[in-house]
């Protein structure tokens, strides 16, 4: 469906148009009709911000079984700990997840094996970092790692074995696996000239909403992709985006010597047309529950379907598509024992 929306794309990346967004677009009403009993879902980065509240709204419409994945147990266990408080007859579980760590991400989804269903995956965990820094061991710039190479790990293994599941006749409905995207990719400025890792490693030029715009934007890239390879009827993916939600953990990694920009200017600006978490988290439901096979493929924002960045209609897009797909799989060709390789296919 975002294939077919470039006609809104000047209005959706104009500054109007985020503006209007932020301040006039509502979120749509939770689907009270719907109820999640028997259901469970999978949530990444859901002790705090989006994702603490998009487990609330879940939990709200009747979801049977919940699994908090956050790196920190303490943290988990205090959010998990929240949620108990408020549905006390929901199975809520904490799980540990470290999104830096490809190991972890590995034993987690062995641990989502145990499951006898999942429904829905909302992987939402990510940062920002005004620093330039690189994994220890992968040697990746941080962001990229954990916004980008670490996410579509997850979401690969994730996809083929909820793939797997269906076609083994254990799920009878589609499951639906959203990642938590930005509207800050129509923004990006990335081209498809050269080779993406690289460039994304590169710390000369490196700025904080640079390089997550373009890890956000990558992310699209290859979900879009991704979708290609996987039939909506055994898993639906898509891309979905909150909107600038205001009082959430993400301003954190900030400079040691932030400048007025850094200090006052964006922390006014969000709190001036920040959305309340409820809201951003409301997006994340409808990305779940609200467009079904049609939303397949494409990014949700504003509760509804919009268009990707400019870059996805061109032919160059094309290319960086193509690109990005070979080096995402090079570098995830370690994982060829959980069956990444059947993407190849
Ligand atoms: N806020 C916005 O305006 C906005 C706009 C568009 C998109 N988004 C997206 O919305 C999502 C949620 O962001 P938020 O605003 O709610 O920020 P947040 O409060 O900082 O939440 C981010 C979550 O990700 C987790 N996380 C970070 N690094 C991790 C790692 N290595 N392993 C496991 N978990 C990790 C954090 O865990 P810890 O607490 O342990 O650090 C936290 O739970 C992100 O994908 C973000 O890009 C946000």
């Known amino acids: 469906m975002s294939a ?31 109820s999640l009993s028997g259901n469970t879902a999978v949530i990444t980065g859901s002790n705090s911000g989006i994702g603490f509240e998009a487990c609330r709204q879940l939990l709200q419409i009747g979801l049977s079984r919940l699994i908090v994945a956050v790196r920190s147990q303490a943290s988990g266990d205090t959010a998990a700990k929240k949620l108990r408080m408020e549905f006390p007859d929901v199975d809520i579980k904490v799980w540990l997840l470290d999104m830096a760590e490809y190991d972890s991400i590995v034993a987690f989804v062995r641990q989502c094996r145990s499951l006898d269903r999942i429904d829905y995956i909302i992987l ?22 954990i916004d980008y190479i670490s996410t579509v790990l997850l979401c690969v293994l994730l996809a083929l074995m ?40 590169n710390p000369t ?4 909403m640079k390089q997550y715009m373009d890890s956000k934007l990558l992310l699209m890239v290859f979900i879009r992709r991704l979708a290609q390879q996987i039939n909506p009827d055994d898993v639906i993916i898509n891309v979905c ?23 006052y200017a964006i922390p006014l600006f969000a ?16 990305a779940l529950l609200g467009e079904g096979k049609r939303g397949h493929g494409s990014f949700i924002s504003d509760w509804t379907i919009k268009p990707y960045a400019r870059l996805l209609y061109a032919k160059e897009g094309q290319v960086l598509s193509e690109r990005l797909w070979h080096e995402t799989m090079e570098e995830l060709k370690f994982a060829s024992d959980h069956g990444i390789e059947k993407l190849f296919v």
Do not use: C
């Not at 030029?205 to 904080?208: A, D, E, F, L, V």
């Open 4 to 34: 077919e929306l470039e006609k809104d794309l000047f209005w959706e990346s104009s500054i109007f148009g985020i503006l209007y967004k932020q301040l006039f677009v509502h979120p749509k009403p939770l689907p009270i009709k719907v």
């Open 241 to 263: 985006n909150p909107g600038m939600v205001a009082g959430t953990g993400l301003g954190r990694n900030g400079s040691p010597n932030p400048g007025f920009v850094e200090k």
């Open 205 to 208: 030029g490196y700025s904080r």
């Open 124 to 145: 939402n965990a990510a940062m920002q970092s005004s620093t330039f820094r690189r994994h220890t061991t992968t040697g990746h710039e941080l962001v990229f790692q």
């Open 271 to 286: 709190r001036a047309l920040g959305r309340k978490v409820q809201s951003g988290a409301s997006v994340y439901i409808h």
């Open 162 to 201: 909820l793939k797997d599941r269906v076609h083994a006749g254990t799920i009878t409905k589609p499951p639906v696996l959203t990642i938590v995207g930005s509207d800050t990719m129509y923004l990006s400025t990335f081209s498809a000239a050269e080779p993406v890792f690289p460039r994304m490693d």
